[in-house]
């Protein structure tokens, strides 16, 4: 079964970017059979969807953050990662990266990492 | 329309059986899936498709569509289910991009 871990700072100032690495393992990131996606929750809210990707490349962004926000994929370390610029305190929240399947949704879950806006 | 809405809050007394709903436009043509999740740990599925269950799920957890809402199902209600619980489906644009209910606290009393 696949695994998914995220990485990245837990602080970021003001207007800077944040920058998440999710590791894939038990699976290649190159399977047609998933999308990977990332998804946040702020503190004592619900879940809201950022993106996915495709193994291909083909992206798909939430519209209130697609402005903002970049997806990408690296198949040779089985990571996909997101980008988020011009950050607030708004977008405190914890992320997740979770792979999902056209039939089922989002299976498999990382185990979330808290990234706090904050200088 | 790309929202899905869940009532906020939900109480169920053990044992006994409780619905849990999501409406949305988008549920006209896609199913939801369901995620429970309990306090700091990551969503799990419990329910994707028509009405399937992922492995090591109990059986008392069921889906069902009609119209543009789905429900979330569970028969005889453990005070393990206590969690908040969340649908999810594509939104209704074709681009594959995907949208989440507000969430369900559930409440087993």
């Known amino acids: 079964q696949l695994q998914l871990q995220e990485s990245g700072p837990g602080l970021v100032k003001p207007s800077e970017t944040l920058s998440l690495t999710c590791t894939v393992s038990?699976?290649?990131?190159?399977?047609?059979?998933?999308?990977w996606g990332w998804i946040r929750q702020p503190p004592g809210k619900g879940l809201e969807w950022i993106g996915s990707?495709?193994?291909?490349?083909?992206?798909y962004y939430n519209p209130s953050l697609k402005s903002r926000v970049t997806i990408s994929v690296d198949t040779s370390k089985n990571q996909f990662s997101l980008k988020l610029s011009s950050v607030t305190a708004a977008d405190t929240a914890v992320y997740y990266c979770?792979?999902?399947?056209?039939?089922?949704?989002?299976?498999?879950w990382g185990q979330g990492t808290l990234v706090t806006v904050s200088s | 329309s790309s929202e899905l809405t869940q009532d906020p809050a939900v109480s169920v007394a053990l044992g006994q059986t409780v619905r849990i709903t999501c409406q949305g436009d988008s549920l006209r043509s896609y199913y939801a899936s369901w995620y429970q999740q309990k306090p700091g740990q990551a969503p799990v599925l419990v329910i994707y498709g028509k009405n399937n269950r992922p492995s090591g799920i109990p059986d008392r957890f069921s889906g069902s569509s009609s119209g543009n809402t789905a429900s979330l199902t569970i028969t005889g209600a453990q005070a393990e289910d206590e969690a908040d619980y969340y649908c999810n489906s594509r939104d209704s644009s074709g681009n594959h991009h995907a949208v989440f209910g507000g969430g369900t606290q559930l409440t087993v009393l």
């Open positions: 979770a792979s999902e399947d056209i039939l089922t949704g989002y299976y498999y």
């Open positions: 038990g699976g290649s990131i190159s399977s047609s059979s998933y999308y």
């Open positions: 990707i495709y193994y291909s490349g083909s992206t």
